[in-house]
């Protein structure tokens, strides 16, 4: 019988060789900064693989050799070589679970606690070298694209997202006019006089801030921008809603509604009677989070905006 040919390995059309080679060039930089092409990790006579699980046994209580799988995506024969070496140097021990005599846990010795803790320390003073010679800002870079692309790889259950809100800093306003001018050039079509009314806006609020009635919020999800949203003063009784965004990678959280319901009450803690805000008929994911806290519109006019014939809406909430 002949030997079966496999059919060679394709990848999807719509992938271009240079996004791959991108892929490789990061991966062999990467791998290179961080040591993990030398044979020994940390030059402890550990490979990378076993130093990840000698890891996960000094952070964690209770492991199994089914969780190590599953939270290294370890193939099991392999890793059931490393646990027995492992366990002929002394290194680990198993304990009968009491909930179910058919698991068994994991746990280090105290032999391999001591052989652990300098591989942890050397760890440690290595990445906190390499931080180190970065500045504050390039730093901040690059924990945040790692954050990203943690993010974005993996599985869609596993991504964390915590939302924060917090109040403006410096930095913050470039950040509100450059992605409102990106965000609704390309969802809706807006030319660059939009993004010269943002930039106006901010001005203003930045010149005549008034802590006492005006407030920004900025949200971050995962230590990145994700929205924002502004109540500034357009009367002693008035206080005018402005700027909310919410960006893609944050839409169906809740967002949109959080910032919204800051702007309500702060407006109320402030002795305002009334929020306002202008927007347009097309912004129908906005309208809908107005109307939901109890907005209601009360003008509506067709005008020349933004390099289209749009209708503009003037919304009221009395508080």
Same mark, same amino acid.
């Given at each position: 019988m002949s030997e079966?040919?496999?059919?060679?390995?394709t990848?999807p059309?719509e992938?271009e060789?240079?996004?791959?080679?991108?892929v490789?060039?990061?991966?062999?930089?990467? /791998?290179r900064q961080?040591?993990?092409l030398?044979?020994h990790?940390?030059?402890s006579g550990?490979?990378?693989?076993?130093?990840?699980?000698?890891?996960e046994l000094?952070?964690?209580?209770?492991?199994?050799a089914?969780?190590?799988?599953?939270?290294l995506g370890i193939?099991?024969?392999?890793?059931?070589r490393?646990?027995l070496?492992?366990?002929k140097?002394?290194l680990i021990?198993?304990?009968v679970?009491?909930r179910?005599?058919?698991l068994?846990?994991?746990f280090l010795t105290?032999?391999?606690?001591?052989?652990?803790?300098p591989?942890?320390?050397r760890?440690?003073?290595?990445i906190?070298r390499?931080?180190d010679?970065?500045?504050?800002?390039?730093?901040?870079?690059?924990?945040?694209?790692?954050?990203?692309i943690?993010?974005?790889?993996a599985?869609?259950?596993?991504?964390?997202?915590p939302l924060?809100?917090?109040?403006?800093?410096?930095g913050?306003m470039g950040?509100?006019v450059?992605r409102?001018g990106?965000?609704y050039?390309?969802e809706?079509?807006f030319?660059?006089?939009?993004?010269?009314?943002?930039?106006?806006i901010?001005?203003?609020?930045?010149r005549?801030?008034?802590?006492?009635?005006?407030?920004?919020?900025?949200?971050?999800?995962?230590g990145?921008?994700v929205?924002?949203?502004f109540?500034v003063?357009?009367?002693?009784?008035?206080?005018?809603?402005?700027?909310?965004?919410?960006?893609?990678?944050?839409?169906g959280?809740?967002?949109?509604?959080r910032l919204?319901?800051e702007?309500v009450r702060f407006?109320?803690?402030s002795?305002?009677?009334?929020?306002?805000?202008? /927007?347009?008929s097309?912004?129908?994911?906005?309208?809908a989070?107005?109307?939901?806290?109890?907005?209601?519109?009360v003008?509506?006019?067709p005008?020349r905006?933004?390099?289209?014939?749009?209708?503009?809406?003037?919304?009221?909430l009395?508080?």
């Amino acid at each position: 019988m002949s030997e079966e040919i496999r059919p060679e390995e394709t990848r999807p059309a719509e992938i271009e060789n240079a996004e791959i080679d991108r892929v490789r060039r990061f991966n062999r930089f990467y /791998t290179r900064q961080i040591g993990l092409l030398n044979r020994h990790y940390l030059d402890s006579g550990f490979s990378l693989a076993e130093v990840r699980i000698l890891y996960e046994l000094a952070h964690r209580d209770a492991l199994t050799a089914s969780d190590l799988i599953r939270e290294l995506g370890i193939d099991a024969g392999y890793l059931s070589r490393v646990l027995l070496a492992f366990k002929k140097r002394g290194l680990i021990a198993r304990e009968v679970s009491g909930r179910d005599a058919r698991l068994s846990h994991l746990f280090l010795t105290g032999k391999g606690r001591k052989i652990f803790a300098p591989l942890q320390s050397r760890s440690t003073g290595d990445i906190g070298r390499m931080l180190d010679a970065l500045s504050p800002e390039n730093r901040g870079q690059l924990i945040r694209a790692m954050q990203r692309i943690e993010r974005v790889l993996a599985p869609a259950g596993d991504r964390p997202q915590p939302l924060l809100l917090r109040t403006h800093q410096s930095g913050d306003m470039g950040w509100v006019v450059h992605r409102h001018g990106a965000l609704y050039a390309r969802e809706y079509g807006f030319d660059q006089t939009f993004e010269a009314l943002v930039a106006e806006i901010i001005a203003r609020f930045i010149r005549n801030f008034d802590p006492r009635r005006e407030r920004c919020w900025i949200a971050e999800k995962d230590g990145e921008i994700v929205g924002s949203v502004f109540i500034v003063k357009s009367s002693k009784r008035t206080a005018k809603l402005r700027l909310l965004l919410v960006e893609p990678s944050a839409r169906g959280l809740g967002l949109g509604r959080r910032l919204v319901e800051e702007c309500v009450r702060f407006a109320r803690d402030s002795g305002y009677r009334k929020i306002v805000l202008w /927007t347009q008929s097309i912004l129908t994911a906005a309208r809908a989070t107005y109307k939901k806290q109890g907005f209601e519109l009360v003008h509506s006019q067709p005008e020349r905006n933004f390099g289209y014939d749009l209708i503009a809406e003037t919304w009221e909430l009395k508080l």
